[in-house]
């Protein structure tokens, strides 16, 4: 163990010692050694100050950050596009609906969304979807994660408090929407695609819930399967698509699973990525 160490810092003090001596070596006639040459000159920069620069020296002549960096800038403010802050100041606005964070309630939705991606991801991996037995597998499992997984019992936390968080997020962000009139021409597609997402939010929330499988996921999946049923013509394809048949069984976790873990995230993150493109070419909308 010892020589190994030894290994990997000779080989980290090779690298640093390499990174340093081509820094050194290159091309002063070019602009951007403009900030090496301050770096090496100046004596009131600590430590970290100089680190820093000669990092994003290095890497800037190699990967041309600086030009990137200001092309992108270039065609931001090419679009025209009206910042959100710029509401209240244009309009002299007072009441809620323009509240400036009220402006954030999508990007706050998105960012419970990645959460739930990243909790779920981990859960996963110890879930099992059974719901057959007594008790059933997802039952035992879910069990398994709260008490004996390390950090189990937050991560699931995590997870739970995220889904109601962003289906919070997703419904005060329409009612930010259609109190602004931000749904009116052009913006009519946006507007559709963001009440689906909606819906596509619940019914994630929903079947997320009956994964446990214990009373309170029955109980739930009971009623959801009576709603299905009741339907008029398609009742029973819906129940068969949605829960494995037209009553509960130990394959109706199975089929929720399926859809919670594999269609809903296919569907609901292209209708994201549709979305903020859409947000991105047209902007967002002034107040009507």
Avoid at 10 to 36: G, Q, W, Y
Avoid at 64 to 80: E, T, V
Avoid at 104 to 112: D, P, Q, T
Avoid at 149 to 162: D, K, M, T
């Amino acid at each position: 163990m010892s020589t190994l160490f030894w290994i990997l810092w000779f080989f980290i003090a090779f690298i640093v010692v390499l990174v340093a001596f081509t820094l050194r070596k290159e091309n002063d006639d070019v602009p951007r050694r403009e900030i090496l040459r301050a770096v090496e000159t100046s004596g009131k920069m600590g430590v970290a100050e100089k680190t820093f620069l000669w990092v994003f020296s290095f890497l800037d002549t190699r990967f041309r950050i600086q030009d990137y960096w200001n092309m992108s800038k270039g065609a931001y403010y090419n679009m025209h596009r009206q910042m959100p802050l710029t509401h209240a100041e244009k309009y002299k606005l007072r009441i809620i609906w323009y509240w400036y964070p009220l402006y954030c309630l999508g990007g706050i939705s998105f960012l419970a969304f990645i959460i739930l991606v990243l909790t779920g991801t981990v859960l996963g991996i110890y879930y099992v979807p059974g719901g057959a037995g007594d008790p059933s597998p997802a039952y035992t499992s879910m069990t398994y994660i709260m008490t004996q997984l390390p950090f189990g019992y937050i991560i699931r936390s995590v997870h739970h408090w995220a889904t109601h968080f962003m289906v919070a997020a997703v419904f005060l962000h329409m009612c930010r929407v259609y109190f602004t009139g931000a749904y009116r021409n052009p913006r009519e597609l946006n507007w559709l695609i963001g009440v689906a997402l909606m819906f596509l939010t619940i019914f994630f929330g929903y079947s997320g819930y009956l994964l446990p499988w214990d009373s309170l996921a029955f109980g739930a999946a009971t009623i959801g399967i009576n709603m299905a049923n009741a339907s008029p013509l398609i009742g029973k394809q819906i129940s068969t698509v949605m829960f494995g048949g037209t009553s509960l069984s130990g394959g109706t976790v199975t089929r929720m699973y399926f859809i919670h873990v594999f269609i809903l995230p296919v569907i609901v993150t292209s209708l994201i990525i549709i979305h903020l493109f859409i947000v991105w070419v047209q902007g967002i909308a002034e107040p009507h």
